[in-house]
């Protein structure tokens, strides 16, 4: 593994789209699924300018692993308090679509929110491609679990498809354990159409 640093994210336009794109990667397909009528350059470009407009508080949860002058690697991470800012409803409706809209509303609802304040929600964690397997994934998750508990939180979770086994393994391998079964809708509302089930992991942090 190459010396690396671990920063927030910047205001920087390459810093926000790097962003956008890995948080695509760490989605891996639930947002094609949730943006069913979108291309995946509008769900990249929509998302850019989202992590744009963040506030510096919110830059304080998302961070960026440098290695050399090259972006690696990408975490968020969501607090009680810590929600991203997002454009008005009316330019996601325009974006997206009422229906593709009320699909994400309705999976934030089911699945992540409210977040309780003693608990961390990993939203995204991802690595470029031909930096995998040499450690910086783990030196993200550990940059987010310490931060996690400066914030008093004793839990951590996160959520991922039934599927993504590479993504499971590794956070097994750090400690993560599956809360329940995989899930793929609530009530009679389906969440995500011919997709496997997604599982939620979790993980004890000592403060």
Known sequence: MMDYSIRNLSKDERDSEFASRMMIRAACGSFEALYSSSSLKTILDFYAAVYRCQTNVFRKNVFVLNAGKENVGFAEVHFEDSAKEIPDL??????????????????????????PRSEAYLHFLAVEEKFKGQGY????????????????????????????????????????????????????????VNKPGIIRYEKQLSL
């Open 137 to 192: 994934g783990t030196a993200l998750l550990k940059k987010v679990e310490k931060e996690a508990v400066s914030r008093q939180c004793n839990k951590i979770f996160l959520l991922t498809f039934s599927s993504n086994t590479r993504a499971i393994k590794f956070y097994e391998r750090h400690g993560y354990r599956a809360a329940g079964k995989p899930r793929t809708g609530y009530g009679l509302f389906p969440i995500l």
């Open 90 to 115: 009316k330019d996601f409706i325009k974006t997206f679509g009422i229906k593709d809209v009320c699909k994400l509303l309705l999976f934030k609802r089911v699945f992540v929110f409210p977040i």
